[in-house]
């Protein structure tokens, strides 16, 4: 069972995020273009500068360096997805469960050496050591509530960064119409003048809204799938150390398991909708 439970749950991309972004951008675009527009009317190497260098540097003075290296590294979840099956979760508790009830506790020690997932390996280890049922909740509880507490704040650079986008783009926009204001007696040059200083807007309010914020919230779902997940490995190995029955522990977290979705559900659906508000409201 070792060998069959070692190998590391690969990624695959997201295709919900690509498809999304290519549908916000493409929409944009298409618009644009219906429009009589033409894509070098959102060309502005200097919006951009401001811009993104504004928000940028915004989010480096509002948030600790150690939290920024962190949600660096997160970027990639937001495009790509761990392979994670709750079904195959199950399936190796059970299977954990099976060989304890045959052999005891102790014989899934070598096992838990193999474990590729750190919390349940964590997890079966403290139950081979022969660590109380209650302890070993509370240290894996903890363990969970630290993970909560670090993915939020990773997703808060983020949603920070969404915040930050669209007045950083107003400022570049202010600032390219002072430019407008100096050569005011040629009117040729105010009209394309107004029209490039509000590029910084477009860029502000698109970073903000197409990929600032939605990071914020797949990364959000990320976390809580992932302590789905982690709540449920915790029930099967208390369930193990209890001594009961795998079919009744196989019942037990597929119930959790359900449970677990629709709370998953109803939260994201409540952040969502009190996101949204705020960022309707700076809109």
């Known amino acids: 069972m070792a060998e069959e439970r070692s190998g590391k749950p690969g990624l695959r991309p997201d295709f919900a995020t690509w498809i999304g972004v290519c549908l916000a951008v493409g929409g944009i675009i298409v618009g644009l273009l219906a429009e009589g527009g033409k894509i070098t009317d959102l060309q502005g190497g200097s919006a951009a500068l401001i811009v993104f260098g504004g928000t940028l540097g915004a989010v480096f003075v509002t948030t600790p360096w150690e939290t920024l290296r962190r949600a660096a590294a997160r970027l990639k979840w937001v495009f790509f ?50 660590a109380d049922i209650q302890d070993l909740r509370k240290m894996m509880e903890l363990e969970i509530s630290v993970t909560e507490q670090y993915g939020e704040m990773e997703a808060k650079v983020f949603e920070a960064a969404g915040g930050y986008a669209p007045t950083i783009g107003i400022i570049g926009a202010v600032l390219g119409l002072i430019q407008v204001m100096k050569h005011i007696e040629d009117t040729k040059e105010v009209g394309s003048g107004i029209a490039v200083a509000f590029i910084a807007t477009v860029y502000g309010v698109a970073s903000a809204n197409l990929f600032f914020l939605p990071a914020a919230n797949k990364l959000r779902a990320r976390l809580h799938r992932r302590t789905m997940l982690s709540e449920l490995m915790l029930e099967g190995v208390v369930s193990i150390v209890e001594g009961l029955n795998p079919k009744l522990i196989r019942s037990k977290l597929q119930a959790y398991s359900r449970a677990n979705v629709q709370k998953t559900k109803a939260l994201s659906g409540k952040a969502t909708a009190a996101e949204t508000a705020p960022s309707q409201a700076g809109g």
Request: aromatic content about 4%.
């Open 81 to 130: 997805d761990r392979v994670e099956s709750t079904e195959a979760v199950i399936d190796e508790v059970i299977g954990y469960a099976t060989k304890a009830r045959k052999q005891g506790l102790v014989a899934l020690e070598d096992d838990a050496e193999a474990v590729a997932d750190p919390f349940l390996r964590k997890a079966l280890q403290l139950a081979v050591d022969g």
